[in-house]
T-cell receptor
Framework: GQQLNQSPQSMFIQEGEDVSMNCTSS?????WLWYKQEPGEGPVLLIA?????ELTSNGRLTAQFGITRKDSFLNISASIPSDVGIYFC????????????FGTGTSLTVIP | GAGVSQSPRYKVAKRGQDVALRCDPI?????LFWYQQALGQGPEFLTY????????KSGLPSDRFFAERPEGSVSTLKIQRTQQEDSAVYLC?????????FGQGTRLTVV
């Protein structure tokens, strides 16, 4: 199945640093979602985006729906140890189907 | 319920055994999805239900995989004659509009 290109694949950062990751697709989406997954758990929804250019925040997390509708970005400010996990983007085009396509994930490690 | 519930959390099956994985979606959610997640990978789509209707099963990897949602609520993913390559985490999600909420998954190990 289709998977979105997500980068970077992994990040090792110091506590307090800011984090940026992005997701790109060859297809247009009308919804972008960002999830965090911890070991042994299912993905937890962090942010949902519905409009090109939209910028949405959830605490220290900010995500943007790219203008081309083929990409999205997630930023985490002032990282803390509990930010550790794998972050996935997911895209949906409800005009062409109902399945959410997932990125390959960004593994984040925060060093205290 | 408050969230998507999946059972069992862990399943070990001998190669050739049949398994059944259960998903209880969030109450009132019309859409239900099954995904397969291999180690170190993102979730890959298997199948989608709207109420009791299976509208898309294009992601099911073989005819050994079968999913049902007979009353439009609980869903079961059945895998017949399991093979080692079926080992993965199977995730269920239910959706309200354009947001999907996941269960904790069932980790299937075929030995």
């Amino acid at each position: 199945g289709q998977q979105l290109n997500q980068s970077p694949q992994s990040m090792f950062i110091q506590e307090g640093e800011d984090v940026s990751m992005n997701c790109t697709s060859s297809s247009i989406f009308n919804t972008w979602l960002w999830y965090k997954q911890e070991p042994g758990e299912g993905p937890v929804l962090l942010i949902a985006l519905y409009k090109a250019g939209e910028l949405t925040s959830n605490g220290r997390l900010t995500a943007q729906f790219g203008i081309t509708r083929k990409d999205s970005f997630l930023n985490i400010s002032a990282s803390i140890p509990s930010d550790v996990g794998i972050y996935f983007c997911a895209g949906l085009n409800s005009n062409t189907g109902n399945q959410f396509y997932f990125g390959t994930g960004t593994s984040l490690t925060v060093i205290p | 319920g408050a969230g998507v519930s999946q059972s069992p959390r862990y399943k070990v099956a001998k190669r050739g055994q049949d398994v059944a994985l259960r998903c209880d979606p969030i109450s009132g959610h019309v859409s239900l999805f099954w995904y397969q997640q291999a180690l170190g990978q993102g979730p890959e789509f298997l199948t989608y239900f709207q109420n009791e209707a299976q509208l898309d099963k294009s992601g099911l990897p073989s005819d050994r995989f079968f999913a049902e949602r007979p009353e439009g609520s609980v869903s079961t993913l059945k895998i017949q004659r399991t093979q080692q390559e079926d080992s993965a985490v199977y995730l269920c999600a239910s959706s309200r509009e354009s947001e999907a909420f996941f269960g904790q998954g069932t980790r299937l190990t075929v030995v």
